[in-house]
């Protein structure tokens, strides 16, 4: 199924803006061209259509009324090191190393770079929050590297073992948003349901939003605050999740390019807000 919707000048568009400005920064929203609704459902996980209901409730998040129960700049490296495990990792297209994961002045870098001591010849940055939440509202804003063939990843892993990819963005303008059921592995992939979108715009020219609305019935994924694409779960994900964010080199985000060291992911903000 394909769904096609466009973001005009409008009050959307308008309270997309100043909620920007509440939470720091403005930022236009991003213009969803196709939605493509992916896997098979499954007894977990259904494909819906958003719906106005999902839209109040991700504005309500948005308008900076409410506190977060956790929020990251990621500026100050001691922050980092206290709040997230740095990964190493060396099984994909790039090694993943701690020392590619760096907190600055900017935000967060998640850095490629040449590691010769790894099996493939580039290595990239992974993250997990130490601490894990329930359901609430997830948002992260984030400027994907500008290359081919880099997995840019903002996603959360639950203690029963359910995978919200809340963005998986290849560049310049690809967004993949898929549920995953980690218990149950189909030959060499986990099951999924998602959806793979295309938008008007370069993730890699400017900061947006990704988020995930998760509660104990749905999943609402949701660019720029703007809801794009839902999964009915009915209640099958109850465990608390930690938040991830990684890049990574492979073949299912593009055609790697012969050299892509110093094409990095950058975070500045990573909101977390609780439902009431």
């Not at 959360?156 to 919200?164: A, N, Q, R, S």
């Not at 892509?260 to 609780?274: E, K, S």
């Amino acid at each position: 199924m394909i769904g096609t919707r466009r973001f005009r000048l409008s009050t959307t568009f308008a309270a997309s803006f100043i909620l920007g400005m509440v939470s720091g920064h403005a930022s236009l929203a991003a213009t969803l061209q196709k939605l493509t609704w992916g896997n098979p459902d499954q007894p977990w996980g259904t494909r819906r259509p958003v719906t106005e209901a999902d839209r109040k409730a991700i504005t309500q998040f948005r308008t900076g009324h409410d506190k977060p129960v956790f929020g990251a700049d990621f500026t100050d490296p001691r922050t980092l090191n206290s709040n997230w495990l740095l990964q190493s990792d060396d099984y994909l297209k790039s090694c993943r190393r701690p020392e590619n994961v760096v907190a600055s002045a900017a935000g967060l870098l998640l850095r490629t770079g040449a590691s010769p001591g790894c099996h493939a010849r580039w290595s990239t940055g992974f993250m997990i929050s130490r601490q894990h939440f329930g359901y609430g509202y997830y948002e992260a804003s984030i400027k994907a590297a500008d290359i081919d063939g880099l997995n840019n990843a903002f996603w959360l892993v639950t203690e029963d073992h359910f995978e919200i990819d809340v963005c998986e963005v290849h560049f310049p303008n690809i967004d993949r948003m898929t549920l995953h059921d980690n218990n149950r592995i189909d030959g060499k992939f986990p099951i999924a349901v998602g959806f793979d979108s295309r938008f008007a715009e370069n993730f890699s020219g400017a900061f947006h939003d990704f988020g995930v609305l998760w509660t104990a019935n749905d999943i609402v994924f949701a660019v720029d605050g703007e809801p794009v694409a839902a999964i009915r779960t009915n209640g099958s994900i109850t465990g608390r999740t930690d938040i991830r964010f990684s890049t990574a080199l492979m073949d299912y985000a593009g055609k790697i390019p012969a050299d892509p060291v110093g094409h990095d992911m950058a975070v500045r903000r990573l909101r977390v807000y609780a439902i009431p």
